[in-house]
């Protein structure tokens, strides 16, 4: 079975600066880690996966996340957030065996100018 | 390209009343479909998914029921609405990949 952690249920930052949201992940199996994100009363948007090869991924944005076998973490980073960026982000793990994803229970940013 | 869409946008419903939510998906063939229900500043829970069409598979019991009576759409329905029931609704689909693409959701409000 598999399961995230997501600790931080609110982050708030300062426009310009950088981000770090983090999210621990547990799995039986080879995971694939999933970041994404919801923009209010709308549906969640695909930021970037990973699965396997080069553990830092680039996604949407100017996001990128890094996968941590050893620390079981899959944190999503970002050099220098604007306030567009205030949304509630969502960390979320599966396994090729199933088709269940998991989510976390989100990080909501706010982006203070 | 691929576009999902998700009727209606949004309900309010008396409990006790039935609810019909839809889900269509054009430009791919034989998605996989999902039902996701988030309660309001929640995390998303899996309801149901469907991997071709007349099968249903449920994850979660909460008094709802679902059908794909055709390739492109999946409904999401119940005869008797709870006020646990209200949240936010949302479709997704995947061609197997485990990569969830979700429509714009459905808001239910149960009074």
């Known amino acids: 079975a598999q399961s995230v952690t997501q600790p931080d249920a609110r982050v708030t930052v300062s426009e310009g600066a950088s981000l770090q949201l983090r999210c621990k992940y547990s799995?039986?199996?080879?995971?694939?880690l999933f970041w994404y994100v919801q923009y209010p009363r709308q549906g969640l948007q695909l930021l970037l996966k990973?699965?396997?090869?080069?553990?830092v991924v680039q996604g949407v944005n100017g996001f990128e996340a890094e996968f941590s076998k050893s620390n079981s973490s899959f944190h999503l980073r970002k050099a220098s957030v604007h306030w567009s960026d205030s949304a509630v982000y969502f960390c979320a793990v599966t396994a090729s065996n199933t088709d269940k994803v998991v989510f976390g229970t989100g990080t909501r940013l706010q982006v203070s100018p | 390209a691929q576009t999902i869409h998700q009727w209606p946008v949004a309900e309010i419903k008396a409990v006790g009343s039935p609810l019909s939510l839809g889900c269509t998906i054009k430009g791919k063939s034989s998605p996989n479909l999902y039902w996701y229900w988030q309660a309001t500043g929640g995390t998303l829970q899996q309801l149901f998914y469907?991997?071709?069409?007349?099968?249903v598979e449920s994850v979660v019991q909460l008094n709802l029921s679902a059908s794909r009576p055709k390739d492109d759409q999946f409904i999401l329905s119940t005869e008797k609405l709870l006020l646990s029931h209200s949240g936010f609704y949302l479709c997704?689909?995947?061609?197997?990949?485990?990569?969830?693409?979700f429509g714009a959701g459905t808001r239910l409000s149960v009074l």
């Open positions: 799995s039986s199996v080879t995971p694939y």
């Open positions: 469907s991997i071709t069409v007349g099968q």
């Open positions: 997704a689909w995947s061609l197997g990949e485990n990569t969830l693409y």
């Open positions: 990973y699965y396997s090869g080069d553990p």
